[in-house]
């Protein structure tokens, strides 16, 4: 597996986020609830899950075309079970603090900053492929091609997808992928409006209890961290 730094965007699910004001239920036990259940896995485990590619959110992930005189219905269907046979995962790579492609990562993955930001590196258990973009399907002449391009077309997605900068693994033997998790990000829509912790030295006592909570789960050596407000790109470390 390559090395580097990545990041997993995932929601959160709490009545106090609802989008103007942070209020409501306690953020560190909103954690508990069983719709934050497969987050909590990835904090406590420290593992992300791997799927098969009919569960991907994009009807074109996987793709590929074929010459109907070389490939007949059988092999079509050996093809597909190979690849549901498959298990992806897939993660971002570290974006930069003004890159402002993450906005868009924020606002995607976790509903408008409504959600955490996992940043992680690899265990060096798996390889990691770059994904590619590209609008062109791979032409397949015969069974043996999708062997030899599978991996391609495995790690190929429409070039709007590219603002993602997503890497995968592939594996055949486990829907789990062991990673080192180096710190947190609490996403914006967790702050109150007003909210600027220049003014006060000190985040709210929500806040404070919610970074508790993600570290007794864990490990004390992994930084949580929130924006200084809701407008600004600089990162603060919640301390206890």
Same mark, same amino acid.
């Given at each position: 597996m390559s090395g580097g730094e990545y990041s997993k965007f995932r929601p959160f699910y709490c009545s106090g986020l609802d989008g103007k004001i942070a209020r409501g239920e306690d953020f560190h036990r909103a954690l508990d609830n069983k719709k934050n259940r497969f987050l909590k896995e990835i904090l406590v485990k420290k593992q992300l899950h791997a799927s098969s590619f009919n569960k991907f959110n994009d009807t074109l992930e996987?793709?590929?075309?074929y010459r109907r005189s070389e490939i007949n219905r059988e092999q079509l269907q050996e093809i597909f079970d190979i690849k549901n046979d498959l298990k992806i995962c897939s993660f971002s790579k @570290?974006?930069? %603090?003004? =890159? %402002?492609?993450e906005r868009? #990562?924020?606002a995607h993955y976790t509903g408008g900053d409504r959600g955490i930001r996992i940043d992680f590196e690899s265990d060096g258990e798996y390889e990691i492929y770059d994904v590619k973009? &590209?609008?062109k399907a791979k032409i397949l002449n015969s069974l043996d091609d999708?062997?030899?391009?599978? $991996?391609?077309?495995?790690?190929? @997605? #429409? @070039?709007?997808w590219a603002y &993602?900068? &997503?890497?995968?693994? $592939?594996?055949? =033997?486990t829907d789990k992928i062991k990673i080192k998790i180096k710190q947190i990000v609490i996403g914006r829509a967790f702050l109150r409006l007003g909210f600027d912790y220049y003014e006060t030295n000190k985040f709210d006592d929500n806040i404070i209890k919610f970074a508790r909570k993600i570290k007794r789960l864990v490990g004390d050596d992994v930084k949580v961290l929130t924006y200084a407000n809701r407008y600004l790109h600089e990162l603060i470390v919640i301390e206890n």
């Amino acid at each position: 597996m390559s090395g580097g730094e990545y990041s997993k965007f995932r929601p959160f699910y709490c009545s106090g986020l609802d989008g103007k004001i942070a209020r409501g239920e306690d953020f560190h036990r909103a954690l508990d609830n069983k719709k934050n259940r497969f987050l909590k896995e990835i904090l406590v485990k420290k593992q992300l899950h791997a799927s098969s590619f009919n569960k991907f959110n994009d009807t074109l992930e996987f793709v590929f075309g074929y010459r109907r005189s070389e490939i007949n219905r059988e092999q079509l269907q050996e093809i597909f079970d190979i690849k549901n046979d498959l298990k992806i995962c897939s993660f971002s790579k @570290k974006f930069r %603090s003004n =890159d %402002s492609r993450e906005r868009l #990562m924020w606002a995607h993955y976790t509903g408008g900053d409504r959600g955490i930001r996992i940043d992680f590196e690899s265990d060096g258990e798996y390889e990691i492929y770059d994904v590619k973009y &590209e609008n062109k399907a791979k032409i397949l002449n015969s069974l043996d091609d999708f062997s030899r391009n599978a $991996i391609a077309i495995l790690t190929t @997605k #429409m @070039k709007p997808w590219a603002y &993602e900068r &997503e890497c995968r693994t $592939i594996t055949h =033997d486990t829907d789990k992928i062991k990673i080192k998790i180096k710190q947190i990000v609490i996403g914006r829509a967790f702050l109150r409006l007003g909210f600027d912790y220049y003014e006060t030295n000190k985040f709210d006592d929500n806040i404070i209890k919610f970074a508790r909570k993600i570290k007794r789960l864990v490990g004390d050596d992994v930084k949580v961290l929130t924006y200084a407000n809701r407008y600004l790109h600089e990162l603060i470390v919640i301390e206890n």
